[in-house]
T-cell receptor
Framework: GQNIDQPTEMTATEGAIVQINCTYQ??????LFWYQQHAGEAPTFLSY??LDGLEEKGRFSSFLSRSKGYSYLLLKELQMKDSASYLC??????????WGAGTKLIIKP | GAVVSQHPSWVICKSGTSVKIECRSL??????MFWYRQFPKQSLMLMAT?????????EQGVEKDKFLINHASLTLSTLTVTSAHPEDSSFYIC?????????????FGDGTRLSIL
């Protein structure tokens, strides 16, 4: 079966750095997405990785290791507005998007 | 770019009513659109994949006759919840993908919060 694992909830302090991990076992791999979803709102696209390595976009970076079936989202200089759920999603061999359950990130002052 | 508009944002109606939700890609063409449902504090659940000019592909457990999907053009897909009941109350979200391959990101509408009394 296809499976994506990410922690249910994480807590971090404003101004700090947090890393949200995602591991996956899917039938094929055609890329991995990270989305941010604030409570009561629809998800918004953050990043896409298909090759190994780190992609940096401002305060957010995403890393991929295809051999390990592993990705992480790194958030730097945390702000209160970063409190949200972060969803990991993998594109499988049929180009279907397999969603993780999301990690709820709580930022404390 | 890649803006998806979903309408309406909120619907409150009586049990037995049918409700239509529209999803439009405003600045791009989308051969494929997706319909999701999300219950409070739960993850996104894909209901169906909507393909322009053909029948939608429904996920297991989703009733085709209950959730009617029409994708009549490259910029519009509609979801109709027929004879809605309180258990259909949920957050319904559509997304669309630009026509450049399956590894393009899905862009989401703002969602429709459906409450059936």
């Amino acid at each position: 079966g296809q499976n994506i694992d990410q922690p249910t909830e994480m807590t971090a302090t404003e101004g700090a750095i947090v890393q949200i991990n995602c591991t996956y076992q899917t039938s094929g791999f055609n890329g991995l997405f990270w989305y941010q979803q604030h409570a009561g709102e629809a998800p918004t696209f953050l990043s896409y990785n298909v090759l190994d390595g780190l992609e940096e976009k401002g305060r957010f970076s995403s890393f991929l290791s295809r051999s390990k079936g592993y990705s992480y989202l790194l958030l730097k200089e945390l702000q209160m507005k970063d409190s949200a759920s972060y969803l990991c999603a993998v594109v499988d061999s049929n180009y279907q998007l397999i969603w993780g359950a999301g990690t709820k990130l709580i930022i404390k002052p | 770019g890649a803006v998806v508009s979903q309408h309406p944002s909120w619907v409150i109606c009586k049990s037995g009513t049918s409700v239509k939700i529209e999803c439009r890609s405003l600045d791009f063409q989308a051969t494929t659109m997706f319909w999701y449902r999300q219950f409070p504090k739960q993850s996104l659940m894909l209901m169906a994949t909507s393909n322009e000019g053909s029948k939608a592909t429904y996920e297991q457990g989703v009733e085709k006759d209950k959730f009617l999907i029409n994708h009549a053009s490259l910029t519009l897909s509609t979801l109709t919840v027929t004879s809605a009941h309180p258990e259909d109350s949920s957050f319904y979200i559509c997304s669309a993908r630009v026509n450049r391959g399956g590894n393009q990101p899905q862009h989401f509408g703002d969602g429709t919060r459906l409450s059936i009394l």
